[in-house]
């Protein structure tokens, strides 16, 4: 007869670590307000995440992930690639940030990434010179290091640098882009010298953002009209199959068809768009992770696929410039908290996630719009400074604080920016217009939030500060 404990523990332990084999996500640190990297760290081991893609090799980052366990992929951000191409400069880079954490209860690394999407069409050829000597520099510092069999060197690239012809817009006719065929052509032999994999960002949501004509429910995995590829007579029903087994065609006419293809990052934002909201990402997940989860893969590449969720935390200061949804990729908000049930298993196992534990958050205290305030002649210039230093997205079309009427409007950015500067009072004045509440001021679903104590913020008593004071105390007696 079977123990009862054990079934009890064996139960338990399987709910704990039910998750997608080897799923892995990106973390993101790009926020005025950040939680404690071993918070983050335990946070991704309570929910069964093993393999975790980072922007760089923030020694703390880096500390903190130090005999977790965890797979980790670091990172060289593009402007360090020109440093890159320096031999010297990679050896030294790959000392400091791989050879140093590589011993027992270190750092599980992986993979090194060279630049993030430096190709995008965006960047007008700003990296086109760097990029490749770098990814060979890294590779070749860490063989020379003796770490090259366990850590490969790749480039996290965008979806644009492949495409089919609009004549033939189908999965088997992908090409890489012309401007840039013979540069890729010669990274992808040296990932197949090194044995390293092709890694590539495909976004869904990218293909609806801006084009109304791009049928819905082709974003998604369930319910889409198949479209026959003219090339295969393969059925598509949703264009991440689609947008891989593009690549995998681009491969294949490069001569590398069965290239190890590892997707970088892969999510749906919450806010910020009218398409960005907790219901189409809740949609958009199911269906990723079910498919993942009976390692279903593509019609090109059926079996496992390597994947990165994109991405773990909201992140208040990105940059805008793709887009308002672009600090809102988190399936955690800025505090470590679930948005959203997820299952991250893919076997129907919906439940919200275990958030961050431990987050220490500023006083009950919010920042309003004053309605004593008599001279409004310049509330709109105090709005726009508020929302040009603190995140006031969801204010925009389609996002959840929208509804807001003008005076709601102030109230929300006069907040976000009175938490970014941590609640200092001077940062609640606004030439008068303003005023500290200690009622919440939250409508409906539009959150007034209440900021988190960076674990890098003055104003959070640390124990290194105290076990300073305690020395020089006891230095003095």
Not at 65 to 89: H, K, T
Not at 133 to 144: D, F, G, S
Not at 235 to 244: E, I, K, M, S
Request: proline share 5%; glycine share 10%.
């Amino acid at each position: 007869m079977v123990n009862s404990g054990y079934v009890k523990w064996f139960i338990l332990f399987g709910v704990l670590c039910s998750c997608v084999d080897g799923l892995g996500v990106n973390w993101g640190t790009q926020a005025t307000h950040k939680l404690p990297p071993g918070t983050v760290v335990q946070m991704l081991k309570d929910n069964g995440i093993t393999k975790v893609k980072l922007f760089d090799a923030d020694e703390i980052t880096m500390n903190a992930l130090a005999g977790s366990g965890l797979e980790v992929m670091v990172a060289i951000p593009n402007d360090q690639l020109l440093f890159m191409n320096s031999y010297d400069r990679a050896k030294q880079w790959v000392r400091r940030n791989i050879t140093r954490y590589n011993f027992n209860g270190g750092v599980n690394i992986k993979y090194v990434a060279v630049g993030n999407e430096p190709f995008l069409t965006s960047y007008n050829g700003t990296f086109l010179n760097t990029t490749f000597p770098a990814l060979q520099n890294i590779q070749n510092a860490l063989n020379e290091a003796g770490v090259g069999n366990n850590i490969k060197a790749t480039v996290p690239l965008n979806a644009d640098v492949y495409g089919s012809p609009t004549d033939n817009p189908y999965p088997s006719f992908g090409r890489f882009r012309s401007d840039i065929n013979g540069l890729m052509t010669q990274i992808v032999q040296f990932l197949d010298t090194n044995k390293a994999p092709f890694t590539v960002n495909i976004y869904p949501f990218l293909s609806l953002y801006g084009n109304d004509d791009f049928p819905f429910n082709y974003a998604f995995f369930d319910g889409a009209t198949p479209i026959v590829d003219s090339g295969t007579g393969i059925q598509y029903t949703n264009v991440f199959d689609a947008n891989f087994d593009t690549l995998v065609s681009s491969l294949k006419d490069v001569g590398y068809g069965n290239m190890p293809i590892l997707v970088g990052e892969v999510g749906w934002p919450t806010e910020g768009d009218k398409n960005g909201n907790n219901g189409n990402a809740f949609r958009f997940y199911s269906g990723l992770l079910s498919r993942l989860a009976a390692n279903k893969g593509t019609p090109l590449r059926p079996g496992y696929i390597e994947v990165y969720l994109f991405g773990l935390l909201d992140e208040d200061a990105k940059s805008i410039a793709p887009g308002s949804f672009e600090r809102h990729w988190g399936i955690f908000k800025y505090d470590g908290q679930p948005k959203y049930a997820i299952d991250l298993s893919g076997q129907g196992q919906n439940s919200l996630p275990v958030g961050a534990k431990g987050v220490e958050y500023l006083p009950q205290k919010w920042c309003m719009f004053n309605p004593d305030a008599k001279d409004l002649s310049k509330l709109s210039d105090n709005i726009n400074y508020a929302c040009t230093f603190a995140d006031c997205t969801a204010l925009g079309y389609g996002s959840s604080c929208n509804s807001l009427d003008a005076n709601g409007n102030a109230s929300y950015a006069f907040n976000m920016y009175y938490q970014v500067k941590n609640q200092d009072e001077l940062a609640c004045n606004f030439e008068g217009l303003a005023k500290v509440t200690t009622q919440n001021i939250s409508q409906g679903q539009c959150n007034f939030i209440i900021q988190i104590y960076s674990y890098s913020s003055s104003l959070r008593p640390s124990l290194a500060g105290l076990a300073f004071v305690l020395v020089l105390t006891l230095l003095a007696l």
